[in-house]
């Protein structure tokens, strides 16, 4: 374990950022937890974060809006959340530039629906950039203020090392239920 911490000490910026270009919840939290232990630096894993989930969802919108006969092809089989994505789109406007970053399932998929419509890419790139700058103080202070909580919770999970598969499985598989029935056809 002692070297895992030591690992994600000296490549824990690089993993986050990697890990941030395509989401990056997880590693924003972990980030959080290591800086409360001591091990990372908040403020430089909040930048890090902010940096690449913006630039990340920048490349999704720009690859869609000018490259959509590459881009088509590997979205055949996701028609559906695409179109559950417009429909959200057309439902709360603007706002779901800044919740898509909190809900996992669709995540890539809302720049990737904007990016196909008509959106402006300057207004887009603003309210990115301002929601990917919420998103990681939020989770990056709010992880960082519940290290301890959350330390004791994977302890936890450590003298039961069977529960955290299991509560994984089950987050999966209610989220899976979801998507299968908002995107189910009616």
């Known amino acids: 374990m ?20 395509g989401g990056g919840m997880v590693a924003i939290i972990a980030a959080g937890i290591l800086s409360y232990a001591g091990k990372m630096d908040l403020s430089t894993s909040i930048f890090v974060a902010f940096l690449a989930n ?12 000018y490259n959509k006969s590459q881009f088509m092809p590997y979205l055949k089989k996701h028609r559906r959340k695409l179109a559950l994505s417009h429909i959200l789109m057309k439902r709360y406007g603007d ?9 996992y399932g669709i995540k890539t998929l809302i720049p990737i629906a904007i990016g196909l419509t008509k959106y ?13 700058a919420i998103w990681a103080m939020i989770l990056g202070f709010g992880s960082f203020y519940a290290g301890n909580a959350l330390s004791n919770f ?9 529960l955290a598969p299991l ?7 209610m989220l ?4 299968q029935n908002a995107t189910k056809k009616r």
């Open 2 to 21: 002692e070297e895992i911490i030591n690992s994600l000490t000296t490549y824990g910026y690089i993993i986050l950022f990697l890990y941030s270009l």
């Open 167 to 173: 509560c994984i499985g089950t987050l999966l598989l």
């Open 120 to 132: 402006s890419f300057l207004k887009f790139n603003i309210l990115n950039i301002v929601s990917a």
């Open 95 to 103: 706002k779901i530039i800044f919740f898509q970053k909190f809900v």
């Open 176 to 179: 899976w239920l979801y998507l």
């Open 54 to 65: 913006a630039l990340g969802d920048s490349l999704l919108f720009y690859m869609s809006r």
């Open 154 to 162: 994977a302890g936890y999970f450590s003298t039961y090392p069977w």
